[in-house]
């Protein structure tokens, strides 16, 4: 059960559950996705799988705010609500795919029931997930940490301004052979 959540992306409730400071990145040397914990007494992040070692900078992380990204490490990031889409997108699936069996039935109720139930349970979700900080450039998000307001919300000229730095460099990422 807690496995077929996280595969829905809906690991965000273990974030509920536990408020620690994290990071969840996508290791630069083989891509292997990295979630770890970290505090401003951290010096380094390692991988797991290929034991690649990212070195953090001291002015990354003060208290448990994060000032840049400790991966790349740029100063761009963003505020997000930190909703799985794949769980929204399934949701309203449900939804409409609900009421029009409800509606094939010529069951009133039922056809709106499911509607507004799904749309609830959407809103109620979305309104009890927290916040998680994203950098426009490796993609590393960060939950649990102070004050992430002060980065600011999404900004479409960031974030085209990081993807074509890296359409420019497609050979950015070497992969390991193993
Ligand atoms: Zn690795
Ligand atoms: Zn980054």
Known sequence: MAQGLQLLGFDSLSFMKSCSVNITYACPACDTPIRTEFDSETSELACKHCDKKIAIANDAVVGIQVGKCLVCPSKDLFLRKDFPQRVGVALVGIGILGSSVAWYYTNLPWTFGILFATALIDVLLYTLVGDALMC???????????????????????????????????????????
């Open 136 to 178: 426009y450039r490796c993609h590393s998000q960060y939950r649990g940490v102070a004050e992430m307001e002060s980065h600011g919300q999404f900004e479409l000229e960031i974030h085209e301004k990081y993807r074509q730095i890296e359409a420019r460099m497609p050979a950015a990422k070497p992969h390991e052979t193993t």
